[in-house]
């Protein structure tokens, strides 16, 4: 959370970026680093290594699909049908929103659609993760179970 606000604030204090809503942005900056924070870490206590890389696939998906870097009309269909499932999209849309001005209610949209992703990290990290460590206890009672370990 500091670390997003230091950069925000950076941003518009600093590199002076023009921005028409530097309150909402500065609030973009912290909720986008909550979501994230808890997605990756709801992967790495769930999968531990695999979920470290799954996690690392996520974040380049993001940057390919979201489109950030290009219209993601010049992209490949892939990208076209990941890009409105993406946290990273809605939160593109929110900053654009803060920095070029708001239109209608498209910023609290755009956040309550980024919302849904803490509950759902939230239940990969609680139960997907229990049903996990029982699948690895169970390995680990067979493996012992063999005698080569």
Same mark, same amino acid.
Request: charged share 15%; glycine share 8%; net charge neutral.
């Given at each position: 959370?500091? &670390? $997003?606000?230091?950069? $925000?604030?950076?941003? %518009?204090? !600093?590199?002076?970026? &023009? ?5 909402? @942005?500065? %609030? =973009? ?6 979501? @994230?924070?808890? /997605?990756?870490?709801? =992967? ?9 890389? /799954?996690?690392?696939?996520? !974040?380049?998906? &993001? ?6 870097? @290009? ?9 076209? !049908? ?8 809605? =939160?593109? #849309?929110? !900053?654009? *929103? ?6 209608? #209610? $498209? ?7 980024? %919302? ?5 990290? =939230?239940? /990969? ?8 460590? *029982? %699948?690895? *206890? ?6 012992? *179970?063999?005698?080569? @370990?």
């Amino acid at each position: 959370i500091v &670390q $997003a606000a230091v950069v $925000a604030l950076g941003d %518009l204090y !600093m590199l002076k970026i &023009q921005c028409l809503e530097p309150g909402k @942005f500065v %609030l =973009l900056s912290v909720i986008s680093s909550i979501i @994230f924070t808890n /997605i990756i870490y709801s =992967l790495v206590i769930s999968f531990g290594d695999v979920g470290k890389a /799954i996690a690392v696939v996520f !974040m380049v998906l &993001q940057v390919a699909g979201s489109g950030g870097t @290009f219209p993601i009309q010049v992209t490949p269909k892939f990208f076209q !049908m990941l890009n409105p499932l993406l946290p990273f999209t809605h =939160l593109i #849309n929110a !900053m654009r *929103e803060c920095v070029a001005g708001i239109y209608n #209610n $498209a910023y609290w949209q755009d956040i309550g659609k980024v %919302l849904i992703y803490i509950p759902i990290s =939230l239940l /990969i990290g609680i139960v997907l993760r229990r049903k996990v460590l *029982e %699948l690895d *206890e169970f390995f680990e009672k067979k493996l012992g *179970e063999t005698g080569i @370990f």
